[in-house]
């Protein structure tokens, strides 16, 4: 059943087995997980149906780092408060995390995740079928016609990363009805999950409010925050001020490790050995015969590659093109500029392409989520960010499209040149040349006790009884594939994890 909260009659029950805050990709998988189990369930969703500005600007607040603030409004305008969450806006490109992203890695990751690939694997699936796609494989060449498998697969030195394309899934749009017609759930829009109530460890009730003034509480066996990457954060920050840092804060954890994934712009070339063709599947969106959906590819070089240079994990796509405004244009018009020269400059028969190198975002506790003493509309402290790249990164780009370039030299399949504009050589300083992916990750990250993250293995917050958290804020490392697919099989395991408590 859907209620309103902006009308006052509508009365939600008192108490329910479950109350999740936020009905964004996590928060509407885990209710209509729960709700096959015949479990009670609240869901409270801040939005409406549909996009309101006034909703939205909600979400404004300051940011802080290494990208120019005044250009994308980062906490406004990187997320959607409404039904559905973020998902209204998303572009689809779905892959698991590489194994590598939750090991160990000295320099990089020195703890991993506390989860290791193979907890996620069996509910990968379901994930797909969720995001309506089949199954995802990295590396693999099935699907792909003849004339335009991706020829590097299957290299000792080189990966491909396959992302498939969901349609993109929107979450309120395609399983709204569903929870509507669900008897034994109670989504309740335009309502924000505000304060908490405990009784020890426990959380015993959620306090909410909304632009009507309507205050209610919810009370529940279990708490889920799926508020997503941010609000999540900034929901334990404000919620810690009232309860003396018991939620998963007594070493100052929560809203820190803040990642985002930035993307750097550059032109390049491949020469001689690597046919156009073979390209295709990193250049074009392709459509896969066997799963029936489109896949896009990514280069990216192995493991082994990747260790021995101490590097981050990284990805690159090849003309991947986005029109507008904006960093991306100016570093388009660069790259064109630059692929101009090239054309003089290479050999016949190379072909010069606009690359774009997204890395493993870097673990730095002073990049996180606070809040501020400005209130927002509904009178509740807003949320701040700050997200800066290291000094060093221009340097790791650089080592990362080397460690590219050399991987296909040993491989003796080809030669690649990456061309740096004169101003592209101020990236990513200037900020001119790379923009964030909008993935927010981390904040509540997950780790085996609480002095290095906030939630542990089951995504129960530290020093709570039952409370969780569902989304990409607790992200343990970032990786480089974009986070939804993982967010979606985290909130199935966590739906099970529930089941059985
Ligand atoms: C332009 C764009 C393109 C993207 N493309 C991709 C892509 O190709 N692939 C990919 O994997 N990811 C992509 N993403 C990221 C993707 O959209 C998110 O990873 C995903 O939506 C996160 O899901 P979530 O449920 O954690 O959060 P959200 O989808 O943001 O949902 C959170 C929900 O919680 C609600 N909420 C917030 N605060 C409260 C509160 N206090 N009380 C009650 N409810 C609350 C919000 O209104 C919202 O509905 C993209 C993002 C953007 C902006």
Same mark, same amino acid.
């Given at each position: 059943m859907?209620?309103?909260?902006?009308?006052?009659?509508?009365?939600?029950a008192?108490?329910?087995?479950v109350?999740?805050v936020?009905? *964004?990709a996590? *928060?509407?998988?885990?209710?209509?997980?729960?709700?096959t189990?015949?479990l009670?369930?609240c869901v409270?969703?801040?939005?409406?149906?549909?996009?309101?500005?006034?909703?939205q600007?909600?979400?404004?607040?300051?940011?802080?780092?290494?990208f120019?603030?005044?250009?994308?409004? #980062?906490?406004?305008?990187?997320?959607?408060?409404?039904?559905?969450g973020?998902?209204?806006?998303?572009?689809?490109?779905?892959?698991?995390?590489?194994e @590598?992203?939750?090991?160990?890695?000295?320099g990089?990751?020195?703890?991993?995740?506390?989860?290791?690939?193979a907890?996620?694997?069996?509910?990968?699936?379901?994930?797909?079928?969720?995001?309506?796609?089949?199954?995802?494989?990295?590396?693999?060449?099935?699907?792909?016609?003849?004339?335009?498998?991706p020829?590097?697969?299957h290299?000792p030195?080189?990966?491909t990363?396959?992302f498939?394309l969901?349609?993109p899934?929107?979450?309120?749009?395609?399983y709204?009805?569903?929870?509507?017609?669900?008897?034994?759930?109670?989504?309740?829009?335009?309502t924000t999950?505000a304060?908490?109530?405990?009784?020890?460890?426990?959380?015993?009730?959620?306090?909410?409010?909304? /632009?009507?003034?309507?205050?209610?509480?919810?009370?529940?066996?279990?708490?889920v925050?799926?508020?997503?990457?941010?609000?999540?954060s900034?929901?334990?920050?404000?919620?810690?001020?009232?309860?003396?840092?018991r939620?998963?804060?007594?070493?100052?954890?929560v809203?820190r490790?803040f990642?985002?994934?930035?993307?750097?712009?550059?032109?390049?070339?491949?020469?001689?050995?690597?046919?156009?063709?073979?390209?295709?599947a990193y250049?074009?969106?392709?459509?896969?015969?066997?799963?029936?959906?489109?896949?896009?590819?990514?280069?990216?070089?192995s493991?082994?590659?990747?260790?021995?240079?101490?590097?981050?994990?990284?990805?690159?796509?090849?003309?991947?093109?986005?029109?507008?405004?904006?960093?991306?244009?100016?570093?388009l018009?660069?790259?064109?500029?630059?692929?101009?020269?090239?054309?003089?400059?290479?050999?016949?028969?190379?072909?010069?392409?606009?690359?774009?190198?997204?890395?493993?975002?870097?673990?730095?506790?002073?990049?996180?989520?606070?809040?501020?003493?400005?209130?927002?509309?509904?009178g509740?402290?807003?949320?701040?960010v700050?997200f800066?790249?290291?000094?060093?990164?221009?340097d790791?780009?650089r080592?990362?499209?080397?460690?590219?370039?050399?991987?296909?030299?040993?491989?003796?399949?080809?030669r690649?040149?990456? #061309?740096?504009?004169?101003?592209? *050589?101020?990236w990513?300083? @200037?900020?001119?040349?790379?923009?964030l992916q909008?993935?927010?990750n981390?904040g509540?990250?997950? @780790?085996?006790?609480?002095?290095?993250?906030?939630?542990?293995a089951?995504?129960?917050?530290?020093g709570?009884?039952?409370?969780?958290?569902?989304?990409?804020?607790?992200?343990?490392?970032?990786?480089v594939p974009?986070?939804?697919?993982?967010?979606?099989?985290?909130?199935?395991?966590?739906?099970?994890? /529930?089941v059985?408590a």
């Open positions: 859907i209620l309103d909260g902006l009308d006052s009659s509508a009365m939600p008192p108490h329910y087995d109350c999740v936020g009905a *964004g996590a *928060g509407i998988t885990l209710a209509r997980k729960l709700a189990r015949s009670s369930i409270l969703e801040a939005g409406g149906r549909a996009f309101d500005q006034a909703q600007d909600i979400y404004a607040g300051p940011y802080e780092g290494s120019a603030a005044e250009e994308f409004e #980062y906490l406004r305008t990187s997320r959607t408060r409404m039904l559905g973020t998902t209204n806006y998303w572009t689809g490109y779905c892959a698991p995390l590489q @590598s992203c939750f090991e160990p890695r000295p990089i990751a020195p703890n991993g995740w506390p989860i290791r690939a907890d996620l694997a069996p509910y990968y699936p379901e994930a797909a079928e969720i995001l309506q796609i089949t199954p995802p494989v990295h590396d693999s060449d099935a699907g792909y016609s003849e004339s335009r498998k020829l590097l697969v290299r030195h080189l990966r990363l396959n498939h969901s349609p899934t929107r979450f309120g749009d395609v709204g009805a569903e929870l509507a017609a669900a008897d034994n759930v109670h989504l309740l829009l335009n999950a304060e908490v109530s405990m009784d020890g460890d426990r959380v015993t009730a959620i306090h909410t409010r909304d /632009l009507a003034g309507n205050r209610r509480t919810i009370g529940a066996d279990h708490f925050l799926a508020a997503g990457g941010i609000e999540n900034r929901l334990l920050l404000l919620w810690n001020r009232a309860h003396g840092n939620l998963g804060n007594r070493h100052d954890q809203g490790y990642m985002d994934h930035a993307s750097v712009h550059m032109a390049g070339s491949w020469f001689r050995e690597l046919p156009h063709a073979a390209l295709n250049l074009f969106q392709q459509f896969d015969e066997v799963r029936r959906h489109h896949t896009k590819a990514a280069l990216t070089v493991p082994e590659w990747i260790a021995r240079r101490g590097l981050p994990n990284f990805l690159v796509h090849a003309g991947f093109m986005a029109p507008g405004p904006g960093p991306e244009a100016r570093a018009i660069s790259a064109a500029r630059a692929i101009d020269e090239m054309r003089g400059a290479t050999p016949a028969g190379s072909f010069p392409e606009y690359f774009q190198l997204i890395t493993e975002p870097p673990l730095d506790a002073d990049n996180r989520v606070t809040v501020i003493d400005e209130p927002d509309e509904l509740l402290p807003r949320t701040q700050r800066r790249l290291p000094p060093d990164y221009p790791t780009c080592r990362c499209m080397r460690a590219l370039v050399e991987a296909v030299g040993a491989e003796g399949i080809g690649g040149r990456v #061309y740096v504009d004169p101003d592209m *050589g101020r990513p300083e @200037s900020g001119q040349f790379t923009h909008d993935h927010h981390g509540t990250r997950m @780790s085996t006790g609480e002095k290095t993250g906030v939630v542990d089951n995504c129960r917050v530290h709570t009884d039952n409370l969780h958290v569902a989304s990409s804020s607790v992200f343990t490392t970032g990786g974009n986070p939804t697919f993982t967010i979606v099989a985290l909130t199935l395991r966590l739906a099970d994890h /529930l059985s």
